[in-house]
């Protein structure tokens, strides 16, 4: 087991063009979360997926970033349009609910988005 | 709302022990986390403690939990130059979903021969 990974490891792109950020996690983990880390900042939780269900959507998450999760392995994040204000760096992470004693999250080592 | 927050650096000489404090408002936190990154990298996972301890002790790691003041510490003991890196610390409350962390902005440990 190689870890979380996250593809592409940085994407520049212009102001107004759509990205997409691909995330594989722990091939046994059922959760998949995703987060988005500013310069200085500690990671904001944005959505989250167990199995292929999308549970939850942070109010930060507005209606031109979309999260699918279609096979429940993989998932990828769309940004349509983006703003210069989406530049950041986007963390992928899984986990196993197998476990009672809460989640223990692993990171991929994330996408770094530059929007100019 | 929830709100998690730390010192923003931290300098410490090789050998010497840190001390790492974070404070958090929101009262039904029940797990809370410390987490390790590094230049280029994703966060990793150093340990967590759930509120009903008030101190774990994994290794050179000692954790800390203050519930009455809402403190949580992390104390590095024998500091090594491998240790600086940015250090945060989360808490979660959501009993459906213990991954969705509230993190506060990180402390940068610089560690000095």
């Known amino acids: 087991d190689t870890g979380v990974s996250q593809n592409p490891r940085h994407k520049i792109t212009k102001r107004g063009q759509n990205v997409t950020f691909r995330c594989d996690p722990i091939?046994?983990?059922?959760?998949l979360y995703w987060y988005r880390q500013t310069l200085g900042q500690g990671p904001e939780f944005l959505t989250y997926?167990?199995?292929?269900?999308?549970?939850?959507k942070s109010r930060l998450l507005s209606d031109r970033f979309s999260a699918e999760r279609p096979k429940g392995s993989f998932s990828t994040l769309e940004i349509q349009r983006t703003e210069q204000g989406d530049s950041a760096m986007y963390l992928c992470?899984?986990?196993?609910?197998?476990?009672?004693?809460?989640?223990?999250?692993?990171f991929g080592s994330g996408t770094q988005l530059s929007v100019l | 709302g929830e709100d998690v927050e730390q010192s923003l650096f931290l300098s410490v000489r090789e050998g010497d022990s840190s001390v790492i404090n974070c404070t958090y408002t929101d009262s039904s936190s029940t797990y809370l986390y410390w987490y390790k990154q590094e230049p280029g990298a994703g966060l990793q996972l150093l340990t967590y403690?759930?509120?009903?301890?008030d101190m774990k002790q994994d290794q050179r790691l000692t954790v800390l939990l203050n519930k009455k003041d809402k403190h949580l510490s992390l104390r590095i003991a024998d500091t090594q130059t491998g240790d600086s890196a940015i250090y945060f610390c989360?808490?979660?409350?959501?009993?459906?979903?213990?991954?969705?962390?509230?993190f506060g902005a990180g402390t940068q440990v610089v560690v000095t021969p």
């Open positions: 403690i759930f509120s009903n301890m």
């Open positions: 997926f167990q199995n292929e269900a999308q549970l939850e």
């Open positions: 091939s046994e983990h059922n959760r």
């Open positions: 992470a899984s986990s196993s609910t197998f476990n009672s004693q809460g989640e223990k999250l692993f």
């Open positions: 989360a808490e979660s409350h959501d009993p459906d979903s213990w991954g969705k962390l509230q």
